[in-house]
């Protein structure tokens, strides 16, 4: 195997879209996203589009962003809403 293999862990965003699917974004990589018609593909699929860009970054020397999820939260808010 040529070079050295690192591993990186990257927040992924998983949506199931209205119209079928689910779109996968990833903040720390601006313009990175994919799809796949199952959870299960896009979640493979995000792996294959982070290599890409990373390669594409190391290619042109640029450094691969460090992932902080610092500050952010993802998650559920149930709340009550009065109806007028």
Same mark, same amino acid.
């Given at each position: ?16 879209? $209205?119209?079928? =699917?689910?779109?996968?974004? /990833?903040?720390?990589?601006? %313009?990175? !996203? ?23 970054? $190391?290619?042109? =020397?640029?450094?691969?962003? /460090?992932?902080?999820?610092? %500050?952010? !939260? ?11």
């Amino acid at each position: 195997m040529d070079g050295d293999a690192s591993a990186y862990q990257f927040t992924i965003i998983i949506d199931r879209q $209205l119209e079928g =699917g689910y779109l996968v974004t /990833v903040p720390a990589l601006p %313009g990175c !996203f994919t799809e796949g018609r199952t959870w299960e593909e896009a979640y493979e699929m995000a792996a294959d589009a982070i290599r890409a860009y990373c390669a594409s970054l $190391l290619k042109h =020397g640029e450094p691969i962003p /460090v992932d902080s999820s610092e %500050g952010q !939260f993802i998650g559920r808010l149930s709340v009550t809403l009065e109806t007028v």
